[in-house]
DNA sequence: GTGAAAGCGCTAACAT
DNA sequence: ATGTTAGCGCTTTCAC
């Protein structure tokens, strides 16, 4: 920097000014100084900046994977709104493992970021001292309906399960099955299956669990649900926890004859891209994928910008859409 | 980090190298520093230590999109050997979009990388002038054969585009068609349609070559390969872009009555999960997903460590695995 | 093994 | 509108 300065005959502050506030400084000189900026190829040392202002443009964001559509799409969005508005994203993934989140929040924080994105409610102890200590936005996405620890955008994976069920039951069904990848630690899933559970148990139904274990969702899908029928040929219908099981269902339906929905009918979960292709289409629950990530967006800059005024809204419900297919 | 070094009665540049290299610290002085640094929850501030030591431990990584389970998979087993070698990973998608590569370049040089891996060998002039000016260790990679900038991981998408030409030729096909999503932008899927076409025309036969346009690649594959088959009833093998694209022409083909391979062979590309269990079970390439991201990182902590002995490699061909099933 | 001192490349008062 | 000055929170010589 002191090297433009130097160049555009200018004091370095005058350069740093041209950079931040570009309009404070007269035509001519700023002129010079991007002359200088152009031919030195000079690109500002962004740790630099952060340290002496001692704010950073930096958004910490915590995902269990960035392998799920679901996620990625979020981070998607959320970085392009985000990156718009002149932040660089963090991206940290658990893997689903609880205690990796607390190194993360650790060495994000280190960071000296604006603001944090975490996924779901549920943190560890230390990992919420570190938080409410730090005193910095966070936004807990992906989820809805407990307090949280500041802003909240998501939808209820209990409201979720429940539609399903209402769906299934005012559709006849009765005698039920709820096919799981990853049911031990993805919190999510588990919510969706209470959800579905308690619906269809109180409207005198009944709900088998099975969860997936092995490495290929699809092909074990179909596995699992061949047993399933086995021991409990009763089962009606079949609500899983992403589509690709449900595929995997699908197409193990398609092999064994069994026809859809009339042997059984099949619910998916996240309306990905090929839902609406299968034989029959599917019937699936559309989470707003992108919403999270504009909402969550949005309610950052807003705090982050000391708007005041409009600080009020902290907590977004967005809802799930339940896309009624052939397939139930 | 002054607060600790009096809490510990020590010298801020005593924490500072307990932090750094424990064992060069006493013991005693060791113990009491940590205690001081449990009791305060004291997180050092990365960008001071970065801007001090003029180094950082920050990686960037330039995709296209994250979205694409190809890619999310590289960055996650990439993430996973730099975070535990210490490194943070910087992420920016371009979204298929050239023009912003440079700008993403300019972001994260900003943060004085230590590396910087991108996706293929196409860069603007700019990037290109911006990179070696920058003299920081790049790996290109998810592409092979051309010279690239610094280090290379990745395989021939030419390579693999006659690979398959080559096993359907064998299998007796000749008319056949290349189905793509994003052909226009995405370089890699155009290499192997010119790998696949040479190849074919070479032995005799022709290759038609079909765009989706669409939102939703699944659907829309099947309403072009309902097109295409209009058109050039003697088309008898596709090769698709995508594993999703060559599902939604296996959904076509059952909801048309044309049987796999008989009246049309499919293969497809990415070996996800599904496809091992599709009716049939569909033929598709492996590309080397999670080793294009060990690779990249093996090579990069290599060269950072400054182990010049074995800094000879810095071009790997992963090549890649046709999995033949039954659909071809 | 430990501490004092200088400085990394900027920003943010403040004075002009 | 521009320049001067004093840090931001660390790391890194270099003495001791």
Redesign the interface.
Known sequence: MSEVAQLADVSPSTVSLYLRRPDEVSTRRGERIQSAIDKL?Y??????G??ASSR?NIIGVIVP???F?FF??T??TL?KSLRAAGY????G?TEFDASREEELI??I????PSGLVLTGFSHSRKSV??LT?SDISIVEMWDYGQEGLDMVVGFSHRTCGRLVAEHLIRNGYQNMAFLSTNFHRDIRANERYLGFRDAVVASGGSVELRELVGR????EA?KLLRILINEHPETQALFCSND?VA??AM??C??QGWSIPERLAIVGFGNQ??T????PPMTTVEPPRQEIGNHTARLLLTRLRGNDSTNTETRIDLGVRLIVRESS
């Open positions: 190829g690109l500002p040392n962004t740790m630099a952060g340290l950073s994977t960035i392998t559509s990625s799409e981070l998607e970085e660089q994203l963090l991206i993934n650790r060495s924080l280190s960071w000296n001292s570190l200590k290929s969702n699809t092909a179909g690709m595929l995997g197409l193990e398609q092999r891209d090929f609406g292709s299968t034989l």
